[in-house]
């Protein structure tokens, strides 16, 4: 018996699990334990027989016992622009216009409630344009992949529910503010960008930023929800915070977002309403980055008070002091919403499950998911509903 490098067994974990030694399965597979030791450790590569033999002292097929190791594909992804230089990487990858982008698991991205398996490896060298990517699951599987970017905790409630419903499906989230999922929209990294923004010149939500952006690239809004935004609190309010301009009290501090996040502009925007300079704001300058860490620095006593959504102050136990209606909507390029997985996940929009599921968080009106907010630069669409809303709805 010659060792065969690409040959792999599960001998020792089977036999392991019926209780049997070495010496066990030898005398009843009329081999020697050394043939056994040799075959687990892979430094001998069983004839036929042997193998028949084993398999039958242990009520198995050979094929339970024995593989081959697959070689290894590698394709070329475009890296995605906040990949670290030359650190072996674990990847994410998807096709997005025609291209293979690798997003890094890297720090929060790399997880959820648990780490997010790694679709292949690589190590980004500098100065040069493309990743060689080591895959580490099937390239048909992968073509599945949307990718969607966007802070709200909700996306990733709407993309688990998706994927139960098409059991093909894979939606990989990025975690990005408002600006910086348009900005992967634009350098095609992503196929849909959430955004909560608001612009008091033209007092629309979200499709001055998106025309800024994307200039002459045709693009969809499409509705996920609109939420509250506000202060979050302790249970209680115990230092009985009222309004925006209670911020500015000796007793009060606070917690904000990142530059480009919504809720950043949510405080900036109401601070400004009221006329108050934010270096009046104790703690302005402390920043913290998603909704979860605001939630966190309240309910800990870190911070007084930070802003956040209703449905985030629910799921935390926290008070919660209003101070704007925010629409939140999924941003996607007109050519996206011929392919496939896009099409399936803006399906499930308006499933009642999901409906459903986003009024159970509290704080969100769901009066107007799935619809088409805007169209975006020529070609130009009316206003209306996404048709899968209409058809899954009325079979749920």
């Not at 503010?177 to 929209?185: F, V």
């Not at 007092?203 to 969809?220: C, E, G, K, S, T």
């Amino acid at each position: 018996m010659k060792q065969d490098h690409d040959l792999r067994n599960n001998l020792k974990q089977i036999r392991l699990r019926l209780g049997m030694s070495q010496q066990d399965l030898a005398v009843i597979a009329g081999v020697s334990r050394q043939t056994i030791g040799g075959v687990e450790s892979g430094q001998y590569a069983p004839s036929t027989t042997v193998a028949l033999r084993l398999a039958k002292a242990l009520g198995c097929q050979v094929e339970d016992l024995f593989w081959l190791e697959p070689d290894s594909a590698t394709i070329e992804a475009v890296p995605t622009e906040d990949t670290p230089v030359g650190h072996p990487l674990r990847l994410s990858l998807a096709r997005v216009g025609g291209r293979w982008i690798a997003h890094p698991l890297i720090g929060a991205q790399a997880f959820r409630l648990e780490m997010v398996p790694a679709d292949g490896e690589a190590t980004y060298e500098a100065n040069t344009p493309n990743l060689h990517v080591a895959l580490l699951d099937d390239l048909e599987k992968l073509q599945q992949t949307v990718v969607l970017a966007g802070c709200t905790p909700a996306l990733s409630l709407w993309a688990r529910a998706a994927e139960r419903w098409h059991p093909n499906l894979r939606v990989h989230w990025t975690f990005d503010n408002s600006i910086s999922a348009l900005e992967r929209l634009c350098r095609g990294e992503v196929h849909l960008a959430g955004m909560h923004l608001y612009d008091p010149v033209t007092q629309d939500h979200n499709v001055p930023f998106v025309q800024a952006a994307l200039r002459d690239i045709p693009a969809v809004l499409i509705n996920l929800g609109s939420w509250q935004e506000g202060l979050l609190v302790q249970s209680g309010n115990p230092l009985n915070l009222q309004t925006i301009a209670d911020l500015t009290r000796s007793d009060v501090t606070i917690v904000n977002r990142e530059v480009g996040a919504g809720s950043r502009q949510v405080l900036e925007q109401s601070l400004q309403q009221q006329g108050i300079d934010w270096q009046a704001v104790t703690g302005f300058d402390r920043i913290v980055y998603g909704h979860l860490d605001v939630a966190q620095a309240v309910r800990t006593g870190k911070a007084t008070t930070g802003v956040s959504t209703a449905s985030v102050a629910a799921a935390f136990g926290l008070e919660f002091i209003p101070l704007r209606c925010s629409r939140y909507d999924l941003v996607v390029l007109r050519p996206y919403l011929d392919e496939a997985p896009v099409q399936q996940l803006l399906g499930t929009l308006g499933h009642r499950r999901v409906l459903s599921q986003l009024t159970a968080l509290g704080g969100y009106d769901t009066s107007q998911t799935g619809e088409v907010m805007a169209t975006v630069n020529p070609p130009l669409l009316k206003k209306r509903r996404n048709p899968s809303r209409a058809s899954i709805g009325s079979n749920s």
